[in-house]
C-alpha cells in the first residue's frame, strides 16, 4: 500500500539548533517527492520539491532535503533553525503523472527562542 | 498572478444534510484536487479533476463528488453527511501532468 512515514509528530529545539525530520515512504513505481509547511495562521505552501537528478535538493529559506533511494527516504534538514521556522510540516509523494498526492501525518515543530 | 482560493471559510451542518464546497484555481491550472485533513493528520487524497472529468480518486465513499467548470473552478459535494466529515477541506490547483500542487486557505466543515 503507499504511505508515507513522518518520524516525528512533534519537535522542540531551540534556536540556531539543526533540524532534520525523517520521511519514509512506500509507493510503486517512479516518485516525485515533495515537503510542504503550514506556518500558524497560514496554508499549506511547497518547501522544496524533487522530481529527477541531484538527490540533494535546496528550497525556501535555508532549506533542504536529500532523496535516498534505496531506503525510501527524504529526509529535511536545515543547518540552523530561527524561531520563525516554528510551523507543521508534511512530506509528501506523488507519481510522475501527476495524480493521487500521498501526505505523512506532520511534524509540529516549535523553536524556541 | 491570482492565487488558490476557497469559499466558505467556515461552515456548520448537522448530521444528514449536504454541503457544496467551492474552490478557484490559480490562474492557468488546469488540474484540481480535493484533499480532507482532518484534526492532527496530513491531507488524504479525496479526488482529482483535469479537463471536467475525474482523473482519479482516493479512498472515499459516492457521497464524496465533485465538479470542474470549463473556467476551472470547482466544487466538492458532500451528501448525507456523518461527524466523521468534520475536518479542513483543501483545494489544490496544479499544471497538466505535474503534481507540484498550490494550495488554498481551507474550508473548515463542523458536522453537528
Known amino acids: 500500500a503507499q504511505s508515507v512515514s513522518q518520524h516525528n509528530h512533534h519537535v522542540i529545539l531551540s534556536e540556531a539548533a539543526s533540524l532534520e525530520l525523517g520521511c519514509n515512504y512506500s509507493y510503486g513505481g517512479t516518485v516525485n517527492l515533495f515537503w510542504y509547511v503550514q506556518y500558524p495562521g497560514q496554508h499549506l505552501q511547497l518547501l522544496l520539491k524533487y522530481f529527477s537528478g541531484d538527490p540533494l535538493v535546496k528550497g525556501i529559506k535555508g532549506f533542504e532535503a536529500e532523496f535516498i533511494k534505496s531506503k525510501f527516504s527524504f529526509n529535511l534538514r536545515k543547518p540552523s533553525v530561527q524561531w520563525s521556522d516554528t510551523a507543521e510540516y508534511f512530506c509528501a509523494v506523488g507519481n510522475t503523472g501527476g495524480f493521487k498526492t500521498i501526505f505523512g501525518a506532520g511534524t509540529r515543530l516549535f523553536v524556541k527562542a | 498572478e491570482t492565487g488558490v482560493t476557497q469559499s466558505p471559510t467556515h461552515l456548520i451542518k448537522t448530521r444528514g444534510q449536504q454541503v457544496t464546497l467551492r474552490c478557484s484555481s490559480q490562474s492557468g491550472h488546469n488540474t484540481v484536487s480535493w484533499y480532507q485533513q482532518a484534526l492532527g493528520q496530513g491531507p488524504q487524497f479525496i479526488f482529482q479533476?483535469?479537463?471536467?472529468?475525474?482523473?482519479g480518486r482516493g479512498n472515499f465513499p459516492p457521497r464524496f463528488s465533485g465538479l470542474q467548470f470549463p473556467n476551472y473552478s470547482s466544487e466538492l459535494n458532500v451528501n448525507a453527511l456523518e461527524l466523521d466529515d468534520s475536518a479542513l477541506y483543501l483545494c489544490?490547483?496544479?499544471?497538466?501532468?505535474?503534481?507540484?500542487?498550490?494550495f488554498g486557505p481551507g474550508t473548515r466543515l463542523t458536522v453537528l
Open positions: 489544490a490547483s496544479s499544471l497538466e501532468g505535474t503534481n507540484e500542487q498550490f
Open positions: 479533476y483535469y479537463r471536467e472529468e475525474e482523473n
